[in-house]
């Protein structure tokens, strides 16, 4: 397969939670892939400003709150003229026992986890659907599919498996329309959702030694796994969950 097959030169990609970790990894390479993004997040963090500054033209920054998904998407039409790529990875996490979970964490877990890429996923399938191609990727987590330890996170769990089953049940629906729709799910990255579990001792220990491999991730492998899939490369690949977790969950 010739490398230029995970080329994206020319596309427009939308990527939720891009002012840091796994987004900002993937708004970073898609543009040396090509592309041209708009990236979203709660802040404009200084890993922003150097992507704008490094990428000038390329690049345009949008807070998410209080932009609707609506208003994302048509910002992405008005600034670059198309949408090509969706990437919904902006997440939250909470641990806690599950019979002292309240319903304000619940809810906020739900709204990040879930139900925002749902919106913004519907709004970006309707210029795709007009183009008559596109690629949604939802970042999902090996939560989705493992009781995580030594954490007690039902609600994230809960939330990473409604999202694989939705990239599951909208790929079927899409794939006649050339919408390829992916979910990648990550095991553990060093990032800033991951940083106070790294930085407890006995936290570390089990999730290094439940990880074959041995380490954890950093985000740039989590970004060249989102770029085959928003690629080319993997225009015969939809409706499936790729595992990128140094095997985490082979055992």
């Known amino acids: 397969m010739p490398l230029g097959q995970f080329r994206i030169d020319g596309k427009t990609a939308l990527v939720t939670g891009g002012n840091r970790g796994i987004g900002h990894a993937i708004a970073r390479l898609y ?10 997040g709660r802040s404009r963090t200084p890993q922003v400003y150097a992507l704008t500054d490094a990428n000038p033209g390329s690049v345009v920054w949008l ?38 979970f309240d319903d304000a964490q619940l809810n906020h877990i739900m709204g990040v986890n ?14 795709t659907l007009a183009q008559g191609a596109g690629v949604i990727l939802n970042i999902g987590s090996i939560s989705a ?20 089953q939705m990239t599951g049940v909208m790929a079927n629906e899409y794939a006649s329309r050339n919408i390829r729709v992916n979910a990648l799910a990550p095991g553990y990255v060093i990032s800033d959702m991951t940083a106070g579990g790294i930085a407890k001792a006995d936290w570390n220990r089990v999730w290094t030694e439940n990880t074959p491999m041995g380490r954890f991730a950093q985000p740039e492998e989590m970004a060249t796994c989102a770029l085959f899939l928003c690629s080319p490369a993997s225009s015969y690949v939809t409706g499936t969950v790729l595992v990128a977790d140094g095997g985490y969950t082979t055992h």
Do not use: M
């Open 63 to 100: 807070a998410a709150d209080p932009a609707t998904p609506d208003a994302l998407v048509a910002a992405a039409l008005d600034r670059f003229g198309r949408l090509d790529i969706l990437v919904n990875n902006a997440g939250v996490a909470a641990n806690g026992p599950f019979h002292d």
């Open 145 to 164: 599919s493992v009781a995580n330890k030594p954490q007690d996170q039902v609600a994230y769990n809960a939330s990473k498996a409604a999202v694989h």
């Open 31 to 40: 543009l040396e892939a090509g592309a041209r993004c708009l990236v979203t």
């Open 114 to 127: 879930l139900i925002a890429p749902f919106r913004i996923a519907r709004a970006a399938v309707r210029p």
